[in-house]
């Protein structure tokens, strides 16, 4: 289907390896929380290099007249990569936002399912650029798995916040930093999404 | 343009069928919520209901070469329908969540505007599986003015609760609620917009 | 490519026209907020015009066999200039709903942004009448910088809020305004992407 050094599909490999840097960061950022400015400046960092690589995506898509795989299909997978990042990004960001210097154990339970969707991201991306199309779909399964459990401990720890938190305000920031945590899992399962779409189109 | 007893349209209106009764169980529920957990128990129920109905087709797009209509449009109206149940689920686990056992008169009167959106979802699919496209339209305006009739409702709810109520964990709970039986009204009209392009493109 | 005055683009130059004025309305609106409930009318007014605009293309795209673009990129146009004067309304209609009558320096700044970006849809939809594709891209990017300039100002005015402010409805009603403004702008980057696919396919 397509050569195997294609600059779309080694970029999508530089975004998948910077989203698991990325995530590996954060999962051990949240455990020591001291400086959330420097942890927030960081995570910042990861965003803008992968930012980079969507501008070389779509710079290239505009001067390139025959794609490997179709062009719409290019588009939605760069943006639903970018999308993870933003969105763990995000998260950070909002300890600093927020100085917050101390996260529960929700945290690293929803930093440890990201960590693994992002895994699962990255052997996708591998076996697309090897054209191993069919293999796709035991990943994307498991993301979406472990989405679904990302959903189930959302709707568990804001349950207990209300029951145990008093305070509102702390309430509302603990609150927004598991339902962003959970929207970067949704991030994950359009990357699923967009594969399962792409394996459909080509096999 | 199909033949009538079409595996993707049979499904459709399974779907059709199971989010019918699921808003008219949630709208019964909300009128008494002493067992919470039950409630929320049975809407997940449902939901895994849906969520099969998704996989069949899904699995079924897979290995079907010629599809009815668009594989796109098959994918686009599969998720809108998934997407209402979804939010309907969310806005039941909410009262387990929040432990909120006393809906009021808004809360009724969305989930009336919802079932009503529900019986022209499932009028509009009959009328795409017996490929009477053009009389569809009829129903899609319908569930547009009933997303109007949600906005409208929410605005005025949302204002009412800021002048009224002042602890602000309660005010978060009940504003979550109202804004994510909205949102299912939006769902609602993603599907009429999906139907829209449906008709657009094949007669 | 296309006729000049086609009424597609004739109604898209209507569109970015009312959006213009919707949001300079806004902008100056906010500095005054002593009649909440007239600025959210007419707001509310801007809006219904922009509807009906929306649904003169829906209707011509209909009774139209051949258009100047492809139809996807007709609807995603349509439904992106809308959501940017659906987002300026909801922001609008906050001020009303929270009985809000004081706006501070962020919401000016958050106002002139979305004023600027509004001025680049317009001349981005001129060129587009006008078949000038490749000129509008210094327009597009233009819009993601103000994008990019707002997301770092509501990052900036959250953390001062929970600095500052230690009445939690109060937070709550200002937090919502500052987001609602930012998302005005994350619409606009919408369209900015949506002229980017148009330009993609037609250059």
Same mark, same amino acid.
């Given at each position: 289907m397509f050569k195997k050094k294609d600059v779309f599909f080694s970029t999508f490999e530089e975004m998948a390896n910077t989203i698991v840097e990325a995530v590996e960061y954060f999962a051990k950022g949240v455990k020591d929380l001291k400086d959330v400015s420097e942890f927030a400046r960081k995570m910042k960092e990861y965003e803008n290099k992968c930012d980079n690589y969507t501008h070389t995506i779509l710079k290239e898509l505009n001067k390139t007249? &025959?794609?490997? &795989?179709e062009r719409e299909d290019i588009m939605a997978l760069t943006t639903s990569l970018d999308d993870v990042m933003d969105g763990i990004e995000a998260c950070a960001s909002r300890f600093e936002m927020f100085n917050f210097h101390k996260a529960d154990e929700y945290v690293f339970q929803f930093a440890d399912i990201i960590v693994r969707s992002s895994h699962q991201i990255k052997s996708s991306i591998d076996l697309l650029t090897h054209k191993k199309l069919l293999a796709i779909r035991e990943y994307t399964i498991s993301i979406n798995q472990l989405e679904n459990e990302a959903d189930e401990l959302q709707r568990k720890c804001i349950k207990e916040l209300f029951h145990t938190v008093t305070d509102p305000i702390e309430l509302m920031k603990r609150k927004e930093v598991y339902e962003m945590l959970e929207v970067t899992t949704d991030y994950c399962e359009d990357v699923a999404n967009t594969l399962e779409s792409i394996i459909m189109r080509n096999s």
């Open positions: 007249f &025959i794609t490997p &795989i």
